[in-house]
């Protein structure tokens, strides 16, 4: 049993793969637990970033947001859940919020790997290789 997860939450698919990982993070949970689910906007180069409005990159964050409460709210009952929303590379950003938290389990999906993930590495793979904690890999 876990005393804190950290959950990957992706918001394709209208969230079905942390809608999932939610659901099993409920019966790895020791009483008491808490969940942390953690999703990362990829910083935008700053040469692209230039040319975008500020007010559309606010608006893209609180739409995370927003869709990640509301995924707590159909899923998240009788767990305490945290949501937090970062920006940079994702890996690091999901190690990062482990450490913040303090999480013994981070849990995130993957694909089916693909040649180009045998040559630069996929977030979850990156994740397992550097954690310091223990990584739950869904399919």
Known sequence: ??????????????????????????????????????????????????????????????????QLDQLVKDEGSGVDVDVVVREGQPAAAILSTADDVGADLVMIASHKPGLSDYFIGSTAARVVRHAP???????
């Open 1 to 66: 049993m876990y005393k804190s997860v950290v959950i990957a939450a992706a918001l394709f698919n209208e969230g079905a793969t942390t809608r999932a990982a939610l659901a099993r993070a409920k019966t790895l949970l020791e009483e008491g637990g808490k969940v942390t689910l953690v999703h990362v906007i990829d910083e935008v180069p700053g040469y692209v970033a230039a040319s975008i409005p500020q007010a559309h990159i606010k608006e893209r964050r609180k739409d995370v947001e927003d």
């Open 133 to 139: 904690m223990s990584v739950l890999v869904t399919r």
